[in-house]
């Protein structure tokens, strides 16, 4: 019996050394992943507030009964062409 207290202990101290380091990394990458959450509401706040800015492109007109775009590039009348547009509303 006495043979086998000296494994027993070295293994008892090596259990608990892996242990500690277990718990002391979990913790480490628990706080990285909160520092990187912290920074990325941060940096997601800060883009949700600049807002795409709107650029005239031409004028529509109605002249009897009949729509007329004026556009005053090559590449917004290509895309009407395309007809890559959508309709909204104008809301005073």
């Known amino acids: ?5 000296i494994p027993f202990v070295i293994l008892l101290l090596i259990v608990i050394f892996l242990l500690i380091n277990r718990s002391r990394f979990e913790s ?42 004026e556009v005053f590039d090559d590449t917004t009348k290509s895309k009407i062409e395309r007809s890559k547009f959508e309709l909204k509303d104008f809301q005073c």
């Open 28 to 69: 480490d990458v628990k706080k990285q992943f909160e520092e990187e959450l912290e920074k990325y509401k941060i940096l997601e706040t800060k883009q949700s507030i600049q807002q795409k800015s709107k650029e005239l492109r031409g004028l529509v007109f109605e002249t009897e009964g009949k729509v007329t775009i």
């Open 1 to 5: 019996m006495a043979d086998l207290t």
